[in-house]
Nanobody, 125 residues
């Protein structure tokens, strides 16, 4: 019964910022890792970040392509994960997906249980 609902995508200029949200229902999110992925036309799906839940070892992972610009966080009281994206570049343009899984596991997660619907992020002047 795990479901994920995403929001926060949109159109921004290069150098701008967006904050994506991923709200979970059907689970206590505290115990699960949250992964963030993106897929651009003609490119393979890329995992951009992962944050572990309680007892997951406290791991946070970033892809080299976003390290230093993106920040992942979570508010488990609201069953919601966030991806803050700063200093956005045109090459960040993609559909962004959140995923939840890895019960009591640390990042990276091999296999996720559920995926959000995706949200479009477009970086263009």
């Amino acid at each position: 019964q795990l479901q994920l609902v995403q929001s926060g995508g949109g159109l921004v200029q290069p150098g701008g910022s967006l904050k994506l949200s991923c709200r979970a229902s059907g689970v206590t999110l505290e115990y699960y890792a949250i992964g963030w992925f993106r897929q651009a036309p003609g490119k393979e799906r890329e995992e951009v970040s992962c944050i572990s839940g309680t007892d997951g070892g406290g791991n946070i992972k970033y892809a080299d392509s976003v390290k230093g610009r993106f920040t992942v966080s979570r508010d488990d009281a609201k069953n919601t994960g966030y991806l803050q994206m700063n200093s956005l570049k045109p090459e960040d343009t993609a559909v962004y997906y959140c995923a939840v899984g890895g019960f009591l596991e640390s990042c990276p997660v091999w296999d996720y249980d559920s995926w959000g619907q995706g949200t479009q992020v477009t970086v263009s002047s």
